[in-house]
């Protein structure tokens, strides 16, 4: 008998909440929700989305079951909440009318197939002609940000694919979402301390990340991960002995990139003068130990220079930076500059490629990250106060890498549901090939003040049109893993 009294807790508890039968995975298969099992034995790992009614004492969102357990999507209201029937009899519930489950299985069970993403539309859907079942299967990652929109009588929900199917009546979207080899699911924020300005780099197989640090003695921690989700520390880019000198405060914004065989992380810090400048600092791993330029790799007498960010264009390294305008009273332009080979100096002349023109931008631009797609350059960039609910991420592009860029009329990413004032991002691509945007935002009510600071918050990225999209963001409900 397998962990039998557990297995009784949680049916009697679930079957209490739900109204419904008996509700533990382990009634009809063993296994252990908090264990990982032999990938040698076929089983298989059922992660629930964020409205499923936990049972008491179960710590995980998972469970992992001996044998393939399967679902054909079916989600049957009951109530105000909602059930799906697995293969093995479990019948976990959802609050709402929707349900949401990943499955993920052994190599033993020989399932080892491409992420895919069934839809399976509610008894009110309005169903296309010709189309003979209730529900869809699609490749990859398709999910919902479970906001249903008026649409004359009826309503509808834009899925983050970009198809919005309808619904009779007014509130009526209903929709369950079965992901199945996609790697389990995950919810914001990934890193629930304050990690602002976080900086990303793929490195293989695994992602390091770094972020703001203020005045602490040892400046900008160090993460690594596998997944975009699952964070651990690494220790710091600079140490406090390893500090330059001329760095007196103030480390923020750092980014590590690889340029040529080695790795070199850019940051910004205040020097002697109480101007900001951009340091850097080499290392022959991502994680250091790294020996920073003894003096800035760019500074300016008049004006704090901030927010480096680098990309190759053309085959070249190309720096590019906020100008601290802002806090002089003048416009804020984002500037570039081409590298040397070595990634350790400045070459050529500078080009501005955008400055702060646009009403929601406020008074400034910053945090530049720039990447190719389909040979266009896209510019991803914050504007306004980043102490409240205007903070914003915008987006521009152009043809060639140091421009002329031109800007997407309406940011691409604002403060909705618990999440305020989301910005400085790193665009990074996830393990399935899809791109990623990693960016930090406050929580709600704890805006510039006591709390958590600003969290690190994961959303994916569509591309719609020649213009990428970040649909449902910020998130907050699960969502597959990248």
């Not at 990652?141 to 906001?147: A, I, S, Y």
């Not at 910004?268 to 600092?281: D, E, P, T, W």
């Not at 020996?291 to 790799?297: D, I, N, V």
């Not at 899809?434 to 990225?461: F, S």
Request: glycine share 14%; proline share 7%.
């Amino acid at each position: 008998m397998i962990h039998s009294l557990r297995v009784a807790i949680l049916a009697g508890l679930v079957l209490a909440a739900c109204g419904g039968a008996a509700s533990s995975p382990l009634d009809a298969a063993s296994g252990d929700g908090g264990t990982d099992a032999d990938p040698g034995v076929c089983t298989t790992r059922i992660t629930y989305g964020s409205d499923w009614i936990r049972p008491a004492n179960h710590p995980d969102a998972f469970d992992v079951v001996d044998g393939k357990v399967t679902w054909d999507g079916t989600c049957t209201v009951d109530g105000a909440n909602s059930f799906a029937e697995l293969s093995n009899g479990f019948k976990p519930y959802f609050g709402g009318t929707g349900c949401a489950i990943a499955l993920d299985y052994a190599s033993a069970c020989g399932e080892l197939t491409a992420c895919t993403t069934r839809v399976t539309y509610g008894a009110g859907w309005l169903k296309p002609a010709a189309h003979p079942d209730s529900f869809d299967d699609v490749e990859g990652r398709v999910f919902w940000d479970g906001r249903c929109r008026d649409a004359g009588a009826d309503s509808a929900g834009e899925l983050s694919n970009g198809w919005v199917p309808h619904f009779a009546g007014d509130d009526s979207c209903a929709m369950a979402f079965r992901w199945t080899g996609c790697g389990g699911l995950y919810a914001n924020p990934v890193v629930p301390v304050d990690c602002a300005d976080p900086g990303v780099v793929r490195d293989g197989d695994r992602y390091v990340m770094s972020c703001t640090s203020g005045n602490a003695g040892d400046a900008f921690p160090l993460y690594t991960s596998s997944d975009l989700v699952t964070w651990t520390r690494a220790g710091h880019i600079l140490p406090a002995a390893a500090r330059p000198a001329w760095a007196r405060s103030d480390f923020w914004a750092p980014e590590i990139h690889r340029i040529g065989t080695g790795w070199i992380a850019y940051f910004s810090a205040r020097q002697s003068n109480g101007k900001l400048a951009i340091g850097a600092a080499s290392a022959a791993s991502p994680l250091g130990p790294y020996t920073a330029l003894a003096t800035p790799l760019v500074a300016d007498a008049d004006v704090g220079l901030i927010d480096a960010n680098v990309f190759i264009g053309n085959g070249a390294p190309f720096l590019v930076w906020k100008e601290d305008g802002n806090a002089i009273g003048v416009d804020t332009p984002i500037r570039a500059r081409a590298l040397t080979a070595d990634g350790l100096a400045l070459t050529g002349s500078t080009t501005t490629l955008i400055t702060n023109d646009r009403a929601w931008e406020g008074n400034l631009v910053e945090a530049p990250f720039i990447v190719e797609h389909v040979g266009t350059f896209y510019l991803f960039y914050s504007g306004n106060a980043y102490y409240d609910g205007r903070y914003a991420v915008g987006v521009a592009r152009a043809s060639s890498p140091l421009g002329p860029y031109t800007k997407l009329a309406d940011p691409i990413l604002t403060t909705a549901g618990p999440w305020v004032g989301p910005g400085h991002c790193s665009v990074v691509t996830g393990s399935g090939g899809d791109p990623y945007m990693v960016y930090h935002a406050w929580r709600t009510g704890m805006v510039n003040g006591p709390g958590d600071g600003r969290v690190v918050l994961v959303d994916q990225i569509v591309w719609r049109d020649g213009w990428p999209h970040v649909p449902g963001g910020p998130s907050s409900k699960t969502r597959p893993l990248p």
